[in-house]
């Protein structure tokens, strides 16, 4: 119930398309869903993040929708560009849990 | 503003030999602290957090250890490295529960 399952593994999308990645949760406490982008032999960066009394927010090309009665999100990259190229994270946490639980991360490659 | 180092960026040792990796915040007081763990191309395996002075909670029983001597202060330590000890080690901060984190860039080490 801890889990957070995060999909694709990888993806590789054109130049100036859309990139989609999914995460889905199980344990209904959780609050707080940030996304994190990750470039080779640097640490992780929070992109953005979402809190479930809101079904949508963007920031720049970056959206997360959340979908609260399928325990669902994902995060949208609009015009999609060679330097988005990352691993990217999902997460999520609780109210009385300091941890976040992660996905498995998504490798995104875009091809220019 | 806060910011996290992390120290140092690389690192190559034989098997045997003792370890310790810093980590150190500024401009916040209690943060919760954490040690991640990355191999390659893989996730974010939490090892140790800790959440005040000499409070350390160990997620992955191993041959690491983990000690926070100051309030800012963060040490991850090994008595005897194994080669399975080789991987990214990142070091995080979050100022509560159901917030971001901001990992430091992270020590490459390489046990030979």
């Known amino acids: 119930q801890q889990q957070v399952k995060q999909s694709p593994q990888s993806l590789i999308v054109q130049k100036g398309g859309i990139s989609i990645i999914n995460c889905a949760y199980e344990n209904t406490a959780f609050d707080y869903f940030p996304w994190y982008q990750q470039f080779p032999g640097k640490g992780p960066a929070l992109l953005i993040a979402i809190r479930p009394d809101v079904s949508e927010k963007k920031e720049g090309r970056f959206t997360i929708s959340f979908n609260k009665s399928a325990k669902q999100f994902s995060l949208h990259i609009m015009d999609s560009q060679p330097g988005d190229s990352a691993t990217y994270f999902c997460a999520a946490s609780g109210r009385g849990n300091y941890q976040l639980i992660w996905g498995a991360g998504t490798k995104l490659i875009i091809k220019p | 503003s806060q910011t996290i180092h992390q120290w140092p960026a690389t690192l190559v040792q034989p098997v045997g030999s003792p370890l310790s990796l810093e980590c150190t915040v500024e401009g916040t007081s209690n943060p919760n602290l954490y040690w991640y763990r990355q191999a390659a191309g893989r996730g974010l395996q939490l090892l140790f957090y800790?959440?005040?002075?000499?409070?350390i909670s160990s997620e992955v029983p191993q041959n690491l250890s983990a000690s926070r001597p100051q309030d800012r202060q963060f040490i991850l330590s090994s008595k005897k490295l194994l080669l399975s000890d080789s991987g990214f080690y990142l070091c995080a901060w979050s100022v509560r529960q159901g917030s971001g984190y901001t990992f430091g860039s992270g020590t490459r080490l390489t046990v030979v």
């Open positions: 800790s959440v005040g002075i000499g409070q």
